[in-house]
Every structure is written in structure tokens, then in C-alpha cells.
């Protein structure tokens, strides 16, 4: 019989229990942060028709298929697994439009399937985590400030410090290709290699240009406005160029209005180098780094869109909004430390039964009292010594180990040990709930 290999796919995770718990956690406050800023939920199916997924954005070369292998020949339409959450929230949007109140306020966590190369922070299966806001007609700029915002909030409440959300409009570069007369395809080409080369600097990406055929003046005024210092610098390379400057009066007015709502000025940066590879964003452009860590690549990016629904609907639906990778995001925090992996399960007390044929009632009494408080809690209902309990909640990481033996309950009392440092203390059963609280704070002042 020929061996099934059981090995994970490459790209597709498979994390262990406390990297999961980790992971869970930082679901759980950004889906708090969204909702602290009024988003509501939705959900849309991991499948849509293969017109949906390939209507805009270039990327069909990534989306896997879906089909019923059991059947040879099928009449349904072909269907596909959803790459990002924007499309489908395009879809959904155009569907629904008489159903919604506008401006919709939505947030989605999902996974979502690209079939790319899998390499460090860049998987094949990962969840996204998306906010995006969508107007009717219009949509007030205060909106794309808002969102840079959000993410702000988010990755302070994570406890994340040092993050950079880079802001800019695709505008300003599209205004500068205009002013030498290049076509839509070819900006398109224009904004890919400058949102690839730089990084590596104004110099770096003027070459690529070059290298790729487009004229040396053109080059020029594009490294001379990746190159400008300050926003006066770089609206005079436009204005010089004879380029419009819309491009550049939105990024003014989203960074100014950003700090006026409360993100700190050493969270946003203006970077006129970064466009987004996907083409239906038109307006502002985010990218988000974690300071020290910027080769993992960007952790939350997104931008406004002007027409993406316009593939779906003929009402004009404009929306911003952003997407945290949550999967390469877990990566990078449990791997550079900054979220270390611990326990490896949600239980905060095991209760031991060190004489289960005599107390095992009170045993579970035990646990009912602490799970009543909302502290997780197990019973050890194997019937082994107390040596290899300790060793099991040691392994495990559980921080409190309620011991209670006839002579404890003799004197209406129970032992709590510290699994860290090995501390045991005796104290009346009445105080087991309070007592447990105390520790697990002292323990760990964040934990919920």
C-alpha cells in the first residue's frame, strides 16, 4: 500500500495550537478595532463566478478554479476561489444596493486563495482582514483619513509599536505620465514598476523605467518627484511638467485631516513611490509597515476606488478601504518576538483530581465555580498521579493548578500553585474564584 503523504501543502497553513491562539487574538481586536469605528460585518461566499473575479484587476493567472471532478461534463458556470475581499464586496455592493444605507460602513475577515509562489510572509491561503466604506455618488475624502486612522487604533491595540501607515495618490503619478502624453496601458506599466523598484530608491526606479523603454525626460521628472523632500518640492515637479495636481491637493488635504483626527504624525508618512499593483484603486494609496521589519513587506495596505462596481452596476458606488494580511502579520510578530508564542491552550486553572474515586464531584463543582467567572478551566479526569498532572499543565503552559486532597477539604480549603515559579498557597474554597483572578492578573495584567 503506497504511503499518503499527511505533510502540509506548501502556502496552505497549518499552525499548532499556540500559534493559533495567538492568531485568534489578533483576529479578535481587529475585529473589536473595526467595530469600535462603527464597521459592520458581512460575510460573502469563498466562491463567485469566474466573470466576478476577472472583471477588473488583472490577476486571473492567480485565482484557483473550482469545478466537480465527479462530474465530466457540468453546465454550470465556472466558478473560482475569491482572491481578495474587495471584488466580491463589489459584487455584494451592486446586488444589494437597495437593501444598504449609504455610506456603508462594512468589515469582513475571511480567507482568501492566490495561487503564488509561497515564501517568507507571502502564503497561498491566508485571511484578509478588510474595512472599506462605500458612498453613493460620492464619497467625502474625510473618509480615506478615517481610515488610516483605524489602522492606527488597530495596531496600538495590538500592542504593536513603530508602525507607518504610507500614504499617497496614484493621481500624482498618472497626472505626471498624462503630461508626456502616455496611454492608459502604459501608465498602468509605469505605476507596476515604480510600485516595484522604490523601495530601492528614486534613482533605482527612474532606471527600471528606463531599462523598459520609456523616454529619458520622462524618467527624469519621475525620479525628481520620487526624489522631492516635501510636498512644496514635489507639486513643483508637477507644475513644472505641466501635470495636474488634484492628485496632490487629496493627499494634502487626507494627511492633514488624519492628524486632525487623532493619528499621531509619527504614524503616517507621505511616500509618492508606492501605487498598488492592483489597478482599480484610483485615488489615495496605503501601505502600512512595521517599523524594523519593512523587508516582510507591507501589512495592511488598500486605497479608493472610483468604479469598481461599475463592472456590476451602473449606479456610481465609490469606496475606500484597507486589508490587514492577518496570516503574514502573524508571521512576522511571532517570529521577530514581538508576539511571542505561550500557552499552548486557552485553560487558565486545571483542577487536579488527586482522589477522584472519593471527590470527583467536587472536583467538578470546582470548575463550574471558576468557568461561572469566566475563567477557563479543565478537569484532569485520567487516572494518573499528581506528578504527571503537574507535568501536563506544565507542557501545556496552564498557569494555575487547583490541587485539593482530603485533608484540604477536610479544613474547607484547596491549594492553588503558580506553575511558574512553583508557589503554593492554601486558601478557603470560598476564596478560589477571587484568588484566581488575582494571580492570573499578576500573571498576565492584558489577558482576557
Given amino acids: 500500500m503506497t504511503q499518503i503523504d499527511v505533510s502540509p501543502i506548501s502556502g496552505f497553513p497549518e499552525w499548532?495550537?499556540?500559534?493559533?491562539?495567538?492568531?485568534?487574538?489578533?483576529?479578535?481586536?481587529?475585529?473589536?478595532?473595526?467595530?469600535?469605528?462603527?464597521?459592520?460585518p458581512i460575510e460573502t461566499p469563498s466562491v463567485e463566478r469566474w466573470p466576478v473575479l476577472t472583471a477588473k484587476g488583472g490577476i486571473q493567472r492567480q485565482v484557483f478554479s473550482v469545478g466537480?471532478?465527479?462530474?465530466?461534463?457540468?453546465?454550470?458556470q465556472e466558478l473560482g476561489l475569491h482572491f481578495d475581499l474587495t471584488v466580491p464586496l463589489a459584487r455584494y455592493v451592486?446586488?444589494?444596493?437597495?437593501?444598504?444605507?449609504?455610506?456603508?460602513?462594512?468589515?469582513?475577515?475571511?480567507?482568501?486563495?492566490?495561487g503564488e509562489?509561497?515564501?517568507?510572509?507571502?502564503?497561498?491561503?491566508?485571511?484578509?482582514?478588510?474595512?472599506?466604506?462605500?458612498?453613493?455618488?460620492?464619497?467625502?475624502?474625510?473618509?480615506?483619513?478615517?481610515?488610516?486612522?483605524?489602522?492606527?487604533?488597530?495596531?496600538?491595540?495590538?500592542?504593536?509599536?513603530?508602525i507607518k501607515v504610507h500614504i499617497s495618490n496614484r493621481k500624482i503619478l498618472t497626472s505626471l505620465a498624462s503630461a508626456f502624453q502616455?496611454?492608459?496601458s502604459s501608465t498602468?506599466?509605469?505605476?507596476?514598476?515604480?510600485?516595484?523598484?522604490?523601495r530601492d530608491g528614486a534613482t533605482a526606479a527612474a532606471a527600471l523605467l528606463r531599462e523598459e523603454g520609456f523616454d529619458t525626460d520622462l524618467a527624469d521628472a519621475f525620479e525628481r518627484l520620487l526624489d522631492a523632500s516635501d510636498l512644496a518640492t514635489a507639486r513643483a515637479v508637477l507644475v513644472g511638467a505641466g501635470a495636474d495636481v488634484t492628485g496632490m491637493d487629496e493627499l494634502e488635504q487626507v494627511h492633514d485631516a488624519a492628524l486632525a483626527l487623532g493619528m499621531p504624525a509619527n504614524q503616517i508618512e507621505?511616500?509618492?513611490?508606492?501605487?498598488?499593483?492592483?489597478?482599480?484603486?484610483?485615488?489615495?494609496?496605503?501601505?502600512?509597515?512595521?517599523?524594523?521589519?519593512?523587508?516582510?513587506?507591507?501589512?495592511?495596505?488598500?486605497?479608493?476606488?472610483?468604479?469598481?462596481?461599475?463592472?456590476?452596476?451602473?449606479?456610481?458606488?465609490?469606496?475606500?478601504?484597507?486589508?490587514?494580511?492577518?496570516?503574514?502579520?502573524?508571521?512576522?510578530?511571532?517570529?521577530?518576538?514581538?508576539?511571542?508564542?505561550?500557552?499552548?491552550?486557552?485553560?487558565?486553572?486545571?483542577?487536579a483530581t488527586q482522589d477522584r474515586a472519593n471527590y470527583l464531584p467536587r472536583y467538578l463543582e470546582f470548575a463550574a465555580s471558576l468557568r461561572g467567572a469566566g475563567i477557563a478551566s479543565e478537569v484532569y479526569l485520567q487516572p494518573r498521579k499528581l506528578g504527571d498532572q503537574?507535568?501536563?499543565?506544565?507542557?501545556?503552559?496552564?498557569?494555575?493548578?487547583?490541587?485539593?486532597?482530603?485533608?484540604?477539604?477536610?479544613?474547607?480549603?484547596?491549594?492553588?500553585?503558580?506553575?511558574?515559579?512553583?508557589?503554593?498557597?492554601?486558601l478557603p474554597i470560598a476564596d478560589l474564584v477571587r484568588e484566581a483572578e488575582r494571580l492570573l492578573r499578576s500573571l498576565d495584567p492584558d489577558d482576557r
Fill in 16 to 40: 499548532l495550537p499556540d500559534k493559533r491562539i495567538v492568531e485568534q487574538r489578533i483576529l479578535d481586536v481587529i475585529r473589536q478595532s473595526y467595530e469600535l469605528f462603527g464597521f459592520a
Fill in 68 to 76: 466537480r471532478p465527479s462530474v465530466e461534463e457540468t453546465t454550470e
Fill in 94 to 114: 451592486a446586488s444589494r444596493s437597495s437593501e444598504l444605507t449609504f455610506p456603508f460602513r462594512r468589515y469582513q475577515i475571511q480567507k482568501v486563495w492566490r
Fill in 117 to 162: 509562489r509561497a515564501q517568507r510572509g507571502r502564503f497561498r491561503e491566508f485571511y484578509q482582514c478588510d474595512i472599506d466604506i462605500i458612498g453613493s455618488e460620492t464619497l467625502d475624502l474625510l473618509y480615506d483619513a478615517e481610515i488610516a486612522r483605524v489602522i492606527g487604533v488597530v495596531f496600538d491595540t495590538l500592542g504593536v509599536s513603530g
Fill in 182 to 184: 502616455v496611454d492608459s
Fill in 188 to 198: 498602468e506599466t509605469i505605476l507596476r514598476l515604480i510600485d516595484k523598484a522604490s
Fill in 270 to 351: 507621505v511616500d509618492l513611490g508606492i501605487a498598488r499593483g492592483l489597478d482599480y484603486y484610483t485615488g489615495t494609496v496605503y501601505e502600512t509597515f512595521v517599523t524594523g521589519h519593512e523587508t516582510w513587506g507591507s501589512v495592511c495596505s488598500g486605497g479608493r476606488y472610483e468604479d469598481l462596481a461599475g463592472y456590476f452596476t451602473d449606479r456610481r458606488l465609490p469606496g475606500v478601504g484597507v486589508s490587514i494580511g492577518a496570516t503574514r502579520l502573524l508571521d512576522l510578530l511571532t517570529q521577530s518576538e514581538i508576539m511571542p508564542l505561550g500557552a499552548k491552550t486557552p485553560t487558565k486553572v486545571l483542577v
Fill in 390 to 426: 503537574l507535568r501536563y499543565a506544565g507542557d501545556l503552559g496552564i498557569p494555575l493548578v487547583l490541587i485539593a486532597g482530603s485533608a484540604e477539604l477536610s479544613r474547607d480549603s484547596i491549594q492553588l500553585r503558580n506553575m511558574n515559579d512553583g508557589e503554593q498557597t492554601e
